[in-house]
């Protein structure tokens, strides 16, 4: 069935499209969407698009990553941290983070260090709060039998602490990473001038729809790559501990 | 009696830390230390909040795009407690409908404004069907995850005591479900939010996102600030207003998605 299924709609829209039941010109068929997507890709202008999203990318999640995970940390420790900086998450989360694109781009100017700080601030948040949700969860037995022997300090947080919120920050950090890319495509979409997501734009506007396909299956194939690749590596690496995740 | 004055206690730093942001950045504004091009005064801002809200322009952009986010939840929501059921329920569909979805759910809803200009004109109803897609994905993900998380042993005592189809769906499979459902819809509503600015950014002329847009593309700043202050004021509204509906309606339920 998970082939069947996916199969007969791929062909059911070939056959649509070839036999013109329904627009080629939008809907061109799935045989030329692919034959368009390898060519674009052996020519290297895909794969040069492709390559400045990663890139965006890349730099948006290392700029969110670290400060996050020591934030969130810091907020599950300290309680004082926890109240200050609350109030600010509590207010920016629930905002998509594209509208932060506007105030970088007056801030910085319009170009790259704009568009990967909106994508790393989607990352950011995600972050903090899946490591202080990991901090906050854990079992408070953990910590006192860490200090019943002997553990304080820099050796409870080494050796306790931040093993039992590993889960949790891995969580955040894939997560993180998925948010990063969805805002990284929108924001290329509408601010950048190179890009998958801008690439999706501009076939649009110029009705080049095979080329639009090719991207939009390139985007998609990428998230879900990161998605279930970073999936498996925190299988692996964290293989002692079971997620509960939706 | 005494719970206010020791809630004020416990948290007076989450009171006095915006407060006191505020007042530093009024002042660094007033003396230019910070630019105020960049970062106007949040006195100033606060007057051209009022002023916005006055002459009714707020107002006409926070409905169109309530009405949106209405309109596309409603949608989400409908399709995808329905499809979610019927993934949880019937293991062929499940298995047929999962691939496709994985491939469908990581690409960012913007980009499905172009496929949906293509089906329908352009227009609300496209801009509607766009924000729909990430809810609708969500909500059927929760959906199903709700409907197949339920114990065996439940559903097998029910049937032992002779419950079949509507009884069982009904008396068993939806209660069981329903804290996952309910967590669906509450992360659904939040990004419709999320996505209908979004959307609104890239394609729309009215509604906050594009307010926030154009006030960016006329550098009117203070436009800016004030009407992102509404957007994260309606994001909190909405998503700690349905956690306390959810207290209200659903006293049993525990939340399940705060991971």
């Known amino acids: ?16 499209a070839r036999l013109a039941i329904v627009s080629p010109r939008y809907f ?29 990318l890349a730099f948006a999640f290392v700029l969110a990553a670290g400060p996050a995970v020591c934030l969130g940390l810091l907020m599950g420790m300290a309680r004082p941290v926890r109240e200050l900086v609350e109030p600010y998450i509590a207010f920016i989360l ?12 007056i801030i910085l100017g319009v170009g790259e260090p704009a568009f990967v700080l909106t994508g790393a601030s989607s990352a950011f948040f995600q972050i903090v709060i899946s ?8 079992d408070p037995r953990l910590i006192e039998v860490g200090k019943n022997y002997g553990a304080h300090g820099a050796r409870l947080f080494w050796k306790v602490i931040l093993p039992a919120s590993l889960p949790a920050i891995f969580t955040g950090l894939r997560l993180g990473l998925g948010l990063s890319l969805v805002t990284l495509v929108a924001v290329e979409f509408v601010a950048a001038k190179s890009g998958l997501g801008h690439l999706v734009y501009r076939h649009w506007q110029m009705l080049s729809t095979p080329e639009m396909y090719a991207a939009f299956a390139l985007v998609g194939a990428l998230g879900l790559g990161l998605t279930r690749g970073l999936r498996a590596l925190q299988a692996r690496v964290l293989s002692w501990q079971d997620e509960i995740e939706l | 009696m005494t719970a206010r004055p020791r809630w004020l206690a416990e948290h007076w730093i989450a009171i006095a830390s915006p407060i006191t942001l505020l007042l530093i950045w009024e002042w660094a504004s007033a003396t230019g230390l910070l630019r105020a091009v960049f970062f106007p005064r949040p006195s100033t801002i606060a007057v051209h909040l009022r002023d916005l809200a006055l002459d009714g322009t707020l ?26 059921l019927a993934m949880g329920l019937w293991r062929r569909l499940r298995e047929g409908l999962d691939p496709v979805f994985a491939v469908i759910y990581p690409i960012p809803s913007v980009l499905f404004l172009p496929l949906v200009s293509f089906l329908v ?7 509607i069907l766009t924000t729909a897609v990430t809810s609708f994905f969500l ?21 032992h005591y002779g419950a079949r189809s509507w009884r069982l769906f009904t008396a068993v499979l939806l209660p069981g479900a329903l804290p996952f459902i309910f967590t ?24 906050l996102g594009a307010l926030l847009w154009l006030s960016w593309q006329i550098l009117k700043v203070e436009d800016m600030y004030a009407t992102f202050f509404v957007i994260a004021l309606l994001g909190a509204l909405l998503s700690y207003g349905l956690a306390a509906l959810r207290v209200r309606l659903l006293p049993w339920v525990p939340d399940v998605g705060d991971r």
């Open chain 1, 131 to 138: 490591t202080l949700a990991g901090v906050q969860t854990m």
């Open chain 2, 184 to 207: 669906g819809l509450r992360l659904g509503l939040g990004f419709t939010l999320i996505v209908v600015v979004a959307v609104e950014i890239v394609s729309a002329s009215r509604g």
């Open chain 1, 1 to 16: 069935m998970s082939v069947a299924v996916p199969a007969a709609m791929l062909i059911g829209w070939e056959l649509c």
């Open chain 2, 139 to 159: 909500i059927a993900f929760t959906t199903t995850h709700g409907v197949r998380q339920i114990d065996r042993r439940v559903v097998e005592a029910a049937l």
């Open chain 2, 121 to 127: 004109p352009p227009g609300e109803i496209a801009l």
């Open chain 1, 94 to 105: 629930p905002v998509p983070k594209i509208a932060l694109l506007p105030f970088l781009l």
């Open chain 2, 59 to 84: 107002w006409s952009h926070l409905a169109t795009t309530l009405t949106r986010i209405g309109w596309a939840f409603t949608l989400a929501a409908v399709l995808g407690v329905g499809i979610g």
């Open chain 1, 28 to 56: 061109p068929p799935p045989t030329l969407v692919a034959w368009t997507l390898v060519n674009r890709l052996i020519a290297g202008d895909l794969g040069g698009d492709l390559l400045v999203t990663l890139t965006r």
